[in-house]
């Protein structure tokens, strides 16, 4: 079958919409590997992108606000594979475009896939970034998705990244995002791992600016012998800066989970917060769910697809 | 025959024992108010009849249509026809309301249970369980998802604590809703004109029943004492 036929059947399959491949309003760029296997722009976004020897290496340029979203397809179709991703963003004053990426690596055994990604947001700009990933039941994956951020004046950056179905296999997230004056930075993560998985979140938010704002949120559950370790860094360094850490981890069977939260305060008018909470599922809602007739089983599953939705 | 029926049941955590020599009698239909100060063991009752994670009577038989329940799990007990509301509802996370209130039936129109609570359900239906619903809208809600889950034996913990006087028409229209479905309501409150609606009452001090009989009867007995936190022993030597 072809690479990017059987690509877009998983993407299809993982909840993708194939018609964007068709769709000429619609922004897209598809690698398998170190293959570019479609690519689309539309009227204010610049894309350049070329093939590299493990992977791929992509220029965007977005000049004005952009009315669909831009989808990113990238993966590995093999069991076995590198697929190494290497992105610079820019987004111009006021420009803004929510970008849509699924990571597919259905039968991965022995897949590395690293993404490298340094974005800067201008003025009054905005940057949407959801992030899905399935791996597929094997575990046999490492996925390191670094990114660094700066976020301009009235800025927006919001990240969004899931990987809730099949197994996790071995993950460094590492975002680092320094936010201006009056800007705004969100990252969430959203982490189902089993098995063996290993899961590593290392996310920061520098507020640099006076009335800067930021939020870090996590929820992982894990299962089995899987582990995990969130840091969530936040950094308020100017006048009027809000943050908040908000962590929540759920713990069944001999997993193990840690919570990191760091919080630097280096300007007396700003204020960073943070909470963390790792345990099993609350008794409570357990009990709750239960009085409604649902086992323990099914209470415990409603309870954590409730927090990584 | 008793819906549900108490016999003599016994509850001790560690040296303390809650209930001692505990029965009532609830028949099918009926909605029987439960009185009784802070810490006399009213809540502590519901998680029994539900039960609760580590909540089992230490000797004694809880019958639910004759037959005793006390070895059966919470679901299991709920999938019998008994079911809660807890007097502090939780939050959930990612759990919409109506995901809630369709949590026994999917294909249940959840709007009618909204209405019946005085929520407006456009405004609520998509709306998390989280921290974004104050405290007495998730008490509603809690009290939908009771009707929605049609019980034999509803089971409510203080349903008009943290509920607005004005609200607390919506309360006993639960109630009235709940009786008119067939259900049986154990009705826990501190409110006498909650406990009014009731057909008979029950006041609990020092781990037993003191009085029982019509909700009016049984308020005025309850006040003529005064207690306002339980002591810990019956403070009625004769009854």
């Known amino acids: ?309 | 025959m008793p819906l549900l029926e108490i016999k003599d049941m016994k509850y001790r955590v560690n040296d303390k024992e809650i209930f001692s020599g505990f029965s009532i009698s609830v028949k099918p239909g009926e909605v029987h108010a439960i009185l009784g100060t802070n810490g006399s063991g009213k809540s502590t009752l519901a998680y029994l009849i539900m039960g609760c994670e580590s909540y089992f009577p230490t000797s004694g038989d809880i019958l639910f249509k004759g037959k005793p329940i006390n070895g059966l799990k919470l679901h299991e007990r709920a999938r019998l026809g008994i079911t809660l509301a807890w007097q502090e509802p939780v939050r959930l996370e990612g759990i919409s309301v109506r995901d809630y209130l369709t949590l026994k039936d999917r294909e249940a129109d959840p709007s009618q249970y909204l209405e019946m609570v005085g929520l407006a359900p456009e405004h609520y239906l998509n709306r998390m369980m989280d921290r974004t619903l104050s405290g007495g809208e998730r008490k509603r809600i809690e009290l939908a998802s009771i009707i929605a889950l049609e019980p034999e034996l509803a089971i409510l913990d203080e349903p008009d604590s943290g509920i607005d006087m004005l609200s607390i028409q919506d309360v006993i229209n639960v109630i009235n809703i709940l009786k008119k479905n067939g259900a049986a309501v154990i009705l826990i409150t501190h409110r006498e004109e909650i406990a009014k609606i009731a057909d008979s009452a029950s006041q609990i001090c020092g781990g037993k029943i003191v009085c029982s009989g019509a909700p009016d009867e049984v308020a005025g007995f309850y006040k003529s004492k005064k207690c306002a936190v339980c002591p810990g022993k019956s403070v009625y030597a004769s009854a």
């Open chain 1, 1 to 309: 079958m072809h690479q990017l036929e059987e690509l877009m059947r998983s993407f299809g399959e993982s909840g993708g919409d194939r018609s964007i491949l068709t769709n000429e309003n619609i922004a897209h760029l598809v690698a398998g590997g170190n293959r570019i296997l479609s690519m689309r722009a539309v009227e204010g976004l610049e894309v350049k992108a070329k093939e590299t020897p493990k992977g791929i290496s992509a220029k965007v340029r977005v000049t004005a606000a952009i009315k669909n979203p831009v989808h990113l397809c990238f993966g590995i179709i093999h069991k076995k594979g590198i697929q190494e991703i290497k992105m610079d963003i820019v987004f111009e004053a006021g420009a803004s475009a929510n970008f849509i990426a699924h990571c597919i690596f259905p039968k991965a055994e022995k897949v590395r896939h690293i993404m490298d990604a340094s974005v800067r947001i201008g003025e009054n700009a905005q940057m949407g970034y959801s992030e899905t990933h399935y791996h597929g039941p094997f575990g046999g994956i490492e996925v390191i998705p670094k990114a660094h951020v700066i976020v301009g004046k009235n800025g927006r950056f919001s990240a969004d990244f899931s990987l809730l179905t099949g197994r996790v296999g071995k993950l460094w997230i590492d975002y680092a995002v320094e936010v201006g004056e009056n800007a705004v930075s969100e990252l969430t993560t959203r982490i189902f791992g089993h098995g063996d998985d290993m899961i590593n979140i290392k996310e920061k938010i520098v507020l640099a600016g006076e009335n800067s704002k930021g939020l870090i949120k996590a929820r992982v559950a894990i299962e089995d012998q899987a582990q995990a370790e969130v840091t969530g860094i936040t950094e308020g360094n100017a006048k009027g800066a809000r943050g908040h850490v908000d962590c929540l981890e759920i713990v069944k069977d001999n997993a193990v989970a840690r919570a990191i939260p760091i919080v630097n305060v280096s300007h007396a008018l700003a204020k960073v917060t943070h909470e963390a909470a790792i345990g099993s599922v609350d008794k409570r809602q357990l009990e709750t769910l239960m009085a409604h007739g649902l086992s323990p089983e099914e209470a415990v599953d409603v309870i954590v697809r409730g927090i990584l939705r």
